[in-house]
């Protein structure tokens, strides 16, 4: 018995000491990202790790450079991911649902459907999708970039479908035998259970236009005004300005961050009581 719990302690503690090492692998890039947007010196690649000399130079200049509108990109991000990702969130989840819960004809070849065609990328469509939106007269607008990220967020449901699948269905029935309606349900049972899901989806919803690229460069073109931070950022990595904005570029990568970190940390509490409520109801 002795043995038996020194092998597991010996397990354990190995255990420890390789997530340590992959937690120091994780944030080694982040912190010498951090670092380096609080750089004085200047030059794209040093070949030391800690900074020499630390100013807040590298911030000032991302704001007030004119040939490069960091405020104004991140503010035009700051609005596409918000709208966008509220309004993904509630069309993923309502689709969810109603795949999860609803019976209808149509129901088992819609779902094939939707799994063929989310094997193949998004980007494969772009240029269709450009020459709509160039013939509907959207192009270079925020509101195109919404539209695409909205209409892009209908086929992401299966993950949040195998969630509302878990949620026992005879929680809806007792439910309907007490007189309450889907509407009802789906508020007051099926939603307070989900909060883990909702969390996911509105996470991904969200930082997905932080991220992008390829379809906000292809609409945007050279609008530069209405540029998000991802093709923004990359403009300023030039030829001629890679060594000198270089730490204005880390230091546009540290302001990104921000948005996400204190919607993670806002909405991690419910992702943690949806799960414990969900684990006591179920």
Same mark, same amino acid.
Do not use: C, H
């Given at each position: 018995?002795?043995?038996?719990?020194?092998?597991?302690?010996?397990?354990?503690?190995?255990?420890?000491?390789? #997530?340590?090492? @992959?937690?120091?692998?994780? &944030?080694?890039? !982040? %912190?010498?990202?951090? +670092?380096?947007?609080?750089? $004085?010196?200047?030059?794209?690649?040093?070949?030391?790790?800690?900074?020499?000399?630390?100013?807040?130079?590298?911030?000032?200049?991302?704001?007030?450079?004119?040939?490069?509108?960091?405020?104004?990109?991140? #503010?035009?991000? @700051?609005?596409?991911?918000? &709208?966008?990702? !509220? %309004?993904?969130?509630? +069309?993923?989840?309502?689709? $969810?649902?109603?795949?999860?819960?609803?019976?209808?004809?149509?129901?088992?070849?819609?779902?094939?459907?939707?799994?063929?065609?989310?094997?193949?990328?998004?980007?494969?469509?772009?240029?269709?999708?450009?020459?709509?939106?160039?013939?509907?007269?959207?192009?270079?607008?925020?509101?195109?970039?919404? +539209?695409?990220?909205?209409?892009?967020?209908?086929?992401?449901?299966?993950?949040?479908?195998?969630?509302?699948?878990?949620?026992?269905?005879?929680?809806?029935?007792?439910?309907?035998?007490?007189?309450?309606?889907?509407?009802?349900?789906?508020?007051?049972?099926?939603?307070?259970?989900?909060?883990?899901?909702?969390?996911?989806?509105? +996470?991904?919803?969200?930082?997905?236009?932080?991220?992008?690229?390829?379809?906000?460069?292809?609409?945007?073109?050279?609008?530069?005004?209405?540029?998000?931070?991802?093709?923004?950022?990359?403009?300023?990595?030039?030829?001629?300005?890679?060594?000198?904005?270089?730490?204005?570029?880390?230091?546009?990568?540290?302001?990104?961050?921000?948005?996400?970190?204190?919607?993670?940390?806002?909405?991690?509490?419910?992702?943690?009581?949806?799960?414990?409520?969900?684990?006591?109801?179920?």
């Amino acid at each position: 018995m002795k043995s038996l719990k020194g092998v597991q302690k010996r397990n354990n503690i190995i255990l420890y000491i390789v #997530l340590l090492a @992959l937690a120091f692998v994780w &944030v080694i890039p !982040i %912190i010498w990202i951090i +670092l380096t947007s609080f750089r $004085a010196e200047g030059g794209a690649f040093v070949n030391y790790f800690f900074p020499k000399t630390y100013t807040l130079n590298n911030y000032v200049q991302l704001f007030t450079n004119t040939d490069y509108p960091f405020g104004r990109w991140f #503010l035009n991000t @700051l609005f596409v991911a918000t &709208v966008s990702g !509220i %309004i993904s969130t509630l +069309l993923v989840l309502s689709m $969810a649902y109603s795949l999860s819960r609803l019976k209808f004809k149509m129901k088992g070849p819609f779902l094939k459907v939707a799994l063929v065609l989310n094997m193949f990328p998004g980007f494969m469509a772009m240029f269709a999708i450009y020459y709509i939106l160039k013939a509907a007269d959207l192009t270079q607008s925020l509101f195109a970039l919404i +539209l695409v990220y909205v209409s892009g967020a209908g086929l992401g449901f299966y993950i949040q479908k195998g969630f509302f699948d878990t949620i026992p269905y005879s929680l809806d029935e007792s439910a309907m035998l007490d007189g309450a309606t889907k509407w009802q349900i789906f508020t007051k049972i099926t939603l307070p259970l989900s909060k883990p899901i909702i969390v996911f989806t509105a +996470l991904g919803a969200f930082i997905g236009p932080w991220m992008d690229f390829i379809f906000a460069y292809v609409i945007m073109g050279d609008d530069v005004k209405n540029y998000t931070v991802a093709i923004g950022l990359w403009n300023m990595m030039t030829k001629e300005t890679a060594n000198s904005l270089f730490m204005s570029f880390a230091a546009g990568s540290v302001v990104i961050a921000i948005p996400i970190t204190i919607l993670f940390i806002f909405l991690q509490r419910f992702y943690v009581s949806g799960v414990t409520s969900g684990s006591v109801k179920g």
